[in-house]
């Protein structure tokens, strides 16, 4: 259910962009879909593993300058990303050639979440304005829609939906992004790939000032105390699919610069 929300919110988003353009506009509206894998830093310090299967899809606006004024494009991005960590939460102890081999148990936590990128891309053109190549950076604002966890040595105590609560869970955040990419031009359609890092800067949890005693909650919460610091953190690629509402290509590409005129003045010397 919370899915097919997140999807109609995306596709809202989309059909009112597309009714703010118009065909002569410098925009572009592209559709992004891949995967990655996501971690969180927390602090204390935790034993943690990288979790594959950070999901990510979702809309992307841009809008490109008409004068070459500033490089590239701005715009934002509206998208739907599975996040999570998995936590060491227990341990069985090897001693072999007489060294301590921890063997971990995981407790492993997935988070669905709306992420709003505002987004600004340097790029350049290549092979006649047919190849575009990118950097971008972003400021991050998310949202938590649900989440569910699961144990790897009990799948009984886990599989199960993670309830949020106020007094624990943050549900709003936000961070940092960065990437690059590219993308082929056919006519108004641009297909490419883009990879991108996702940088938490708010916490998942709250810290243990504001919630320490984790007494009252169940088998959703494997933490003796709550973390003071739990940002997460992605790291994605995808594949972008986008169409450019202007059919004769952007202005910008119509624009050329003027050469540096050279000092032609001559300095004549003489002798006394």
């Known amino acids: 259910m919370e899915l097919k929300r997140s999807i109609f919110a995306i596709f809202t988003a989309a059909a009112m962009l597309v009714g703010i353009s118009t065909a002569s506009a410098q925009h572009t509206l592209s559709a992004v879909g891949g995967t990655g894998i996501s971690t969180a830093r927390f602090y204390p310090a ?44 227990t341990y069985t102890v090897d001693i072999v050639d ?15 979440s709306l992420m709003l990128p505002l987004v600004w891309q340097p790029h350049f ?7 575009r190549v990118y950097l971008e950076a972003a400021v991050v604002f998310s949202y938590n829609i649900s989440s569910t ?25 936000y961070g940092l992004a960065g990437g690059a990419g590219f993308s082929l031009l056919f006519g108004q359609v641009e297909i490419g790939v883009r ?13 243990r000032n504001k919630y320490y005693d984790y007494t009252t909650d169940g088998d959703e919460n494997p933490f003796y105390y709550s973390p003071l610091r739990s940002p997460i953190d992605n790291i994605t690629v995808c594949i972008t699919l986008g169409w450019r509402f202007n059919k004769r290509g952007f202005e910008s590409w119509n624009i050329r610069r003027e050469k540096r005129q050279r000092s032609r003045e001559v300095f004549k010397y003489s002798l006394d």
């Open 98 to 112: 007489d060294k301590e081999i921890r063997n971990y148990k995981y407790y492993s936590r997935r988070v669905n």
């Open 149 to 173: 966890y699961v144990y790897d040595d009990d799948p009984i105590k886990g599989g199960s939906t993670y309830e949020f609560k106020s007094v624990r869970d943050n549900r709003f955040g």
């Open 46 to 89: 935790e034993e943690t593993r990288i979790l594959w299967g950070a999901h990510d899809f979702g809309l992307s606006w841009r809008y490109y300058s008409p004068t070459p004024r500033f490089v590239g494009a701005m715009g934002v991005d509206l998208e739907y990303i599975r996040r999570g960590f998995s936590l060491g939460y």
């Open 195 to 207: 990879a991108r890092y996702w940088f938490g800067y708010s916490d998942l949890l709250k810290n």
């Open 125 to 131: 053109y290549m092979a006649r304005n047919h190849i």
